[in-house]
C-alpha cells in the first residue's frame, strides 16, 4: 500500500526528475524490442511462404533415405513402385578431394537428378560431358568457370570415373539452404563448398542415397507437412531396412559367388601347374634322350669325319685310290664340254628333254666339236631349226649362255640318276660296250 505524501513516493519523483533521459532511453529501448518482436511475429508467414514456395519450385525432396550398404536400381525401383509416392530418384554423393586457389580443399560432389532436388543455374551452363561439374555460387564467382579440378583423393574406391572435372556453371541447390556445408573425413575435415556431378561423372555399382517425393502436398514449415512427414517416416525407415537384409543377403551371396569362383579358379590353375609339370618333366625327359642322341650324333659325326680326313689324305697321295668316289667325284665334274665323251644313244635321250631355246643359247658358246656332236644326233630338220635360230640370235649375254648350259647339264645328271643314259668319263674301262 502507497500512502500519498508519503517519504517514498517524494523520493521517487526526485529520482525520477533527476533521471529522466535514463528512463526515456529505456522506455524506448522496450518500445523497440516490441516493435521488433511483433515485426518478426508478423514475416514469419511471409518468410515460410517464400522458402516453401522455393523448396516446391526445385521439386526438393521429402524424404532422403539411406543406408550402410547403399541402394541398387531394384531399390530405387521398388520405393518409386510405393503407393503414395510421387518419384523416387537413386543419387551418388562423394567428397572430392582437390587444389582450389593454391590450397587443398573438400568439395562434396552430388549427382544431377531428372526430377527431384533441381539445382537453378545463376551462371554459365549446365554439364554436357562427363567431366563437367556445377559450383557453389556462395564460394565460385564466374571468373571461377573453366577451373578444372583434379581428383587427389587416395581412396582408389571413389566412385569418380574422371581424373579431373571443369566447372562450366554456377548454381544454387535447396539442398543448401544455409551457409554451412558440412563436415568430411578428408582433408582438414571441413567442406569449402558443393559442386552437382552428371550421371555419367560417376562410376559406381550403387547408391549413395535415395531421395523420395511423396504424392500427397503440403506445403513446407507448416503443422499439416510435419503431421505427413511423422505419418510416413516409420513406414520408410521399416522398408529401408527390409531392403537393407534384402541387399546384404545380396552381397553375401555375391561374395560367396565370387569366393566360389576364386576357388574355381585356383583348382584350375592347380591343375594346370600339375599338368604343366607333368608336361614339363617330360619335356625334360625328352631332352635328355635327345641330348644323348645328339652326343651319339656328334660321335658318329667325328667318327666320320676322321674317316673322311683318312680319305681326303688318301686321296691326296692318289686321287683314285677309292674307286666309289672317284666315280662320284667324276660324275659331278660333268661340264657342258663333256657331251662329246657321251656315246650318241646318251645324246639323242637328253636332247628329247632339253628345250630348243636351252639349246640355242648353250651352242653359241661353245665349241664347234660339241656343236658337231649335238647336231649329228638329231634330224636334219631340227639341226637346220636351230641353225636358223643361231643365225638370229645376236647380242646374247655370257650369263644367259651359261644358265642354258646349266640347265642341260642338270638334265643329262637326272637322267643319269635314273640310268637312262651313261656318262662316259675317266678310265678307258668306266664302260663296257
Not at 231 to 236: A, D, I, R, Y
Not at 305 to 332: F, H, W
Amino acid at each position: 500500500m502507497v500512502i500519498r505524501g508519503s517519504a517514498w513516493g517524494k523520493n521517487n519523483r526526485r529520482e525520477l526528475r533527476h533521471t529522466l533521459g535514463r528512463f526515456l532511453a529505456i522506455l524506448a529501448i522496450v518500445a523497440l524490442g516490441v516493435g521488433f518482436f511483433t515485426g518478426l511475429r508478423l514475416a514469419r508467414p511471409a518468410m515460410a511462404k517464400t522458402g516453401a514456395d522455393y523448396l516446391r519450385e526445385t521439386n526438393f525432396f521429402d524424404f532422403e533415405l539411406r543406408s550402410t550398404l547403399g541402394f541398387a536400381g531394384e531399390d530405387v525401383a521398388y520405393f518409386a513402385g510405393l503407393d503414395g509416392i510421387a518419384a523416387a530418384e537413386g543419387s551418388l554423393n562423394e567428397d572430392l578431394l582437390t587444389t582450389c586457389r593454391e590450397q587443398q580443399v573438400v568439395f562434396s560432389t552430388h549427382q544431377l537428378l531428372d526430377e527431384i532436388n533441381q539445382v537453378v543455374l545463376s551462371a554459365g551452363r549446365m554439364p554436357q560431358a562427363a567431366n563437367e561439374c556445377l559450383g557453389d555460387d556462395r564460394f565460385f564467382t564466374e571468373a571461377d568457370l573453366g577451373t578444372v579440378f583434379q581428383v587427389e583423393n587416395d581412396d582408389e574406391d571413389a566412385a569418380f570415373s574422371q581424373q579431373s572435372y571443369t566447372l562450366v556453371g554456377l548454381c544454387n541447390s535447396p539442398q543448401y539452404l544455409n551457409s554451412q556445408r558440412g563436415s568430411t573425413a578428408l582433408g582438414d575435415g571441413s567442406v569449402a563448398a558443393f559442386l552437382f556431378l552428371p550421371a555419367a561423372g560417376y562410376d559406381a555399382a550403387y547408391y549413395s542415397a535415395i531421395y523420395v517425393k511423396l504424392d500427397e502436398n503440403a506445403d513446407a514449415f507448416t503443422d499439416a507437412y510435419e503431421a505427413l512427414s511423422d505419418q510416413w517416416e516409420t513406414p520408410l525407415k521399416d522398408q529401408v531396412a527390409l531392403r537393407g537384409a534384402l541387399r546384404q543377403e545380396e552381397l553375401i551371396s555375391d561374395a560367396e559367388a565370387e569366393l566360389s569362383d576364386g576357388w574355381a579358379e585356383y583348382e584350375d590353375g592347380l591343375q594346370e601347374y600339375e599338368d604343366g609339370k607333368l608336361e614339363a618333366e617330360q619335356e625334360l625327359s625328352d631332352g635328355k634322350q635327345e641330348l644323348s642322341d645328339a652326343l651319339q650324333e656328334l660321335q658318329d659325326g667325328e667318327a666320320d669325319y676322321a674317316e673322311g680326313v683318312e680319305t681326303l689324305e688318301a686321296l691326296r697321295e692318289d686321287p683314285l685310290s677309292n674307286e666309289e668316289l672317284a666315280d662320284e667325284i667324276r660324275k659331278r665334274m660333268f661340264v657342258f664340254e663333256d657331251i662329246v665323251t657321251m656315246d650318241d644313244r646318251s645324246v639323242q635321250r637328253f636332247l628329247r628333254e632339253c628345250e630348243q631355246k636351252d639349246l640355242v643359247l648353250a651352242l653359241k658358246g661353245t665349241t664347234e666339236e660339241v656343236a658337231q656332236k649335238i647336231f649329228s644326233n638329231m634330224s636334219s630338220r631340227m639341226a637346220q631349226s636351230i641353225r636358223d635360230d643361231l643365225e638370229i640370235t645376236t647380242n646374247v649375254r655370257v650369263r644367259d649362255v651359261e644358265e642354258a648350259q646349266q640347265r642341260i647339264e642338270n638334265v643329262i645328271r637326272m637322267l643319269e640318276e635314273k640310268n637312262e643314259l651313261i656318262i662316259i668319263k675317266g678310265k678307258k674301262d668306266d664302260i663296257i660296250a
